[in-house]
């Protein structure tokens, strides 16, 4: 199940979740800004899909210089969208 949800455009970020059964989270971080400011955005990212009750997925965060509450927003579509999908199978 599969949801993406951003765009690829200055302070935005592009967030895709491949929601799973087992293996817990993988969260793959592509930014600019991954040395200074790479933990606290996956940190940031695991605390948000836990909130969700999103045990095991794949998530890749392209992100471009975008904050805090940008990346939060994008998750929870992105996983809103990944269950609609589960909805349809």
Do not use: P, W
């Amino acid at each position: 199940m599969l949801g993406v949800a951003g765009y690829e455009q200055s302070q935005d970020c592009k967030v895709t979740v491949m929601l799973k059964q087992q293996g817990g989270l993988k969260i793959t971080l592509n930014s600019k800004m991954e040395k200074m400011f790479g933990d606290q955005i996956t940190a940031k990212a695991r605390e948000e899909l836990e909130s969700l009750g999103v045990e095991h997925a794949d998530v890749t965060i392209d992100d471009f210089s975008s904050l805090d509450f940008v990346i939060q927003a994008r998750i929870r579509t992105a996983v809103r969208r990944a269950r609609s999908d589960e909805d349809d199978v």
